[in-house]
């Protein structure tokens, strides 16, 4: 009688290898990285890490958030994790700390970045974590316009939020900034995504716009792996290369838990 066991393993072997080189395939595949903006600036915030982050080979979208309220930010981050195919780790900066709070809840994102961000637990709002604390420097030069959104003077911008940078790249960050509507800082969060996923933060010690002080707490609330930095609030444009460093650290091992 014909011996069909070396035929039916040889079917199963045929059947089950696609399987495990895609497993595999995976289990190799670095996260993804979407990386949340903060106020009064855009996407291109982000312009000098992200070929540093594409040069090791990891995928990058910076979100464009409209900065209307904390749901249509949350909204827009969700729109591009959407489009991730694997793990995310996800980064924000500023404000942007308060969007990845909420929208890191999503299945697909593994880890948080906090570069010089707010981190507010469930059912706070941006605004109130500032109880407590000193008077950011930059405060003073916030103003709103006739539509109810808070916009950076050029002074501010210069002297507060990239103290660090040329007064050329200073003027073009007020040219290009994104205005937020005041009404977003009073949007209180509805889940803590730092309390289920691990986490990094990146202390700006030099930032005229949230105080160091405050984001130390914050990081040591988070129970994150925490680097400190003088820079100002923004060293994705002054120190991109340390900022670079931690978002790779994070991705890594993200990379490394999932095997």
């Known amino acids: 009688m014909f011996n069909t066991k070396p035929l039916i ?14 497993s595999a395939q995976a289990a190799d595949a670095k996260p993804s990285v979407v990386i949340v ?18 040069d090791k080979g990891i995928k990058v979208t910076v979100v464009q958030n409209p900065l209307t309220s904390l749901a249509d930010d949350v909204a827009a981050t969700q729109r591009v994790l959407n489009n991730q195919d694997g793990d995310v780790v996800l980064v924000g900066h500023s404000w942007g700390g308060t969007v990845i ?13 906090y570069v010089a961000a707010f981190a507010p637990n469930a059912g706070q709002s941006t605004g109130e974590l500032y109880g407590g604390y000193p008077t950011a420097p930059g ?19 210069a002297a ?17 900034q994104g205005p937020i509507r005041a009404a977003a800082f009073d949007d209180r969060t509805s889940v803590a995504a730092w309390k289920q996923k691990p986490s990094w933060y990146l ?21 994150a792996q925490t ?17 670079a460093k931690v978002i790779i650290q994070a991705v890594e091992k993200t990379q490394a838990a999932a095997k």
């Not at 405060?139 to 911008?157: C, H, W």
């Open 160 to 176: 507060d939020f990239a103290q660090d940078l040329s007064a050329e790249q200073t003027a073009i960050m007020t040219a290009t």
């Open 139 to 157: 405060s003073s030069q916030i103003a709103a316009d006739k539509n109810g959104f808070l916009y950076l003077t050029p002074q501010g911008m």
């Open 9 to 22: 393993l040889a079917i199963a072997l045929a059947i089950a290898s696609p399987f495990f080189a895609v």
């Open 101 to 113: 709070s909420q929208a890191g809840s999503d299945d697909k994102v593994r880890s948080l970045v």
């Open 37 to 54: 903006h903060g106020a009064f600036a855009d996407g291109s915030d982000w312009a000098k890490v992200v070929p540093l982050l594409q």
């Open 227 to 243: 680097t400190e930095i003088a820079a100002s609030h923004v060293p994705q444009q002054s120190r991109p290369g340390d900022v």
């Open 203 to 223: 202390v700006a010690s030099d930032d005229r716009m949230i105080v160091p002080e405050m984001q130390r707490d914050f990081a040591k609330k988070i129970a």
